[in-house]
């Protein structure tokens, strides 16, 4: 039993789910239950291929599947960002000059790099697993996004592939999809469903945030808005 609060609205209420995951995407509503039943659906299935994802104005994402399983996703938006994101939080020794970022920003440089050593199984694991968490969440923000600015959903386009040639692999017991919807339950629980997480935080006013958070905290965001990071740095 999940006790809610209805959005813009003064009283409480009582609704019955059977999952956490059931209670995040009724609560969230139409444009990701959509995606959610094709992502299941794909499981199901055992699909192997990609799912485009697409928007008016925006770069589309790409989902890819083997067997079932999501095993990249990735876009052209802040594609360079988000690679020098996942090397510095899980292989820093791949910033190195040797290694440019901008030069190996794809799931076919990743694989090689295991290959050739440079890089280990978990290391390359958790690099794939955080590509698929960010771009996954980015689609779920604009699904809703598009939803409440003009009452339109995402577009969809599935190609199928022969496994035998999908040069892709599995990751082993890796929730991707819980994680990503927990992650947006915590986000919208802080009032940021309109701010994207590519953005960079701009102070405005530093002397009223100075005021009115911690110490700590204001460092943080100071040094966010000084080193043009964004909120997912």
């Given at each position: 039993?999940?006790?809610?609060?209805?959005?813009?609205?003064?009283?409480?209420?009582?609704?019955?789910?059977?999952?956490?995951?059931?209670?995040?995407?009724?609560?969230?509503?139409?444009?990701?239950?959509?995606?959610?039943?094709?992502?299941?659906?794909y499981?199901?299935?055992?699909?192997?291929?990609?799912?485009?994802?697409?928007?008016?104005?925006?770069?589309?994402?790409?989902?890819?599947?083997?067997a079932?399983?999501?095993?990249?996703?990735?876009?052209?938006?802040?594609?360079?960002?988000?690679?020098?994101?996942?090397?510095?939080?899980?292989?820093?020794?791949?910033?190195?000059p040797?290694?440019?970022?901008?030069?190996?920003?794809?799931?076919?440089?990743?694989?090689?790099?295991?290959?050739?050593?440079?890089?280990?199984?978990r290391?390359?694991?958790?690099?794939?697993?955080?590509?698929?968490?960010?771009?996954?969440?980015?689609?779920?923000?604009?699904?809703?996004?598009?939803?409440q600015?003009?009452?339109?959903?995402?577009?969809?386009?599935v190609?199928?592939?022969?496994?035998?040639?999908?040069?892709?692999?599995?990751?082993?017991?890796?929730?991707?999809?819980?994680?990503?919807?927990?992650?947006?339950?915590?986000?919208?629980?802080?009032?940021?469903?309109?701010?994207?997480?590519?953005?960079?935080?701009?102070?405005?006013?530093?002397?009223?945030?100075?005021?009115?958070?911690?110490?700590?905290?204001?460092?943080?965001?100071?040094?966010?808005?000084?080193?043009?990071?964004?909120?997912?740095?």
């Open positions: 039993i999940v006790l809610f609060k209805k959005a813009r609205q003064s009283h409480w209420g009582y609704l019955v789910f059977h999952s956490p995951l059931q209670c995040i995407l009724t609560l969230i509503g139409l444009p990701t239950n959509d995606l959610n039943k094709r992502i299941k659906h499981r199901e299935q055992q699909f192997t291929g990609i799912l485009s994802v697409e928007v008016v104005g925006k770069d589309p994402w790409y989902i890819y599947f083997l079932g399983q999501i095993v990249w996703a990735n876009t052209q938006s802040h594609a360079k960002e988000r690679w020098h994101r996942q090397l510095s939080k899980y292989c820093p020794k791949l910033l190195n040797k290694y440019n970022p901008s030069k190996r920003a794809s799931y076919s440089d990743l694989t090689k790099l295991v290959m050739h050593k440079k890089i280990d199984r290391c390359f694991s958790e690099i794939v697993a955080g590509f698929i968490s960010e771009n996954l969440f980015d689609i779920f923000q604009q699904g809703i996004l598009e939803f600015r003009s009452k339109t959903t995402l577009s969809y386009k190609s199928a592939r022969d496994a035998a040639n999908f040069p892709y692999i599995n990751l082993q017991h890796v929730h991707i999809w819980e994680k990503v919807l927990q992650s947006w339950q915590a986000w919208e629980e802080l009032d940021l469903v309109d701010i994207q997480p590519n953005q960079v935080p701009v102070i405005v006013n530093p002397g009223e945030l100075k005021r009115n958070v911690s110490p700590s905290l204001f460092q943080s965001l100071s040094g966010l808005d000084h080193k043009r990071q964004t909120l997912q740095d």
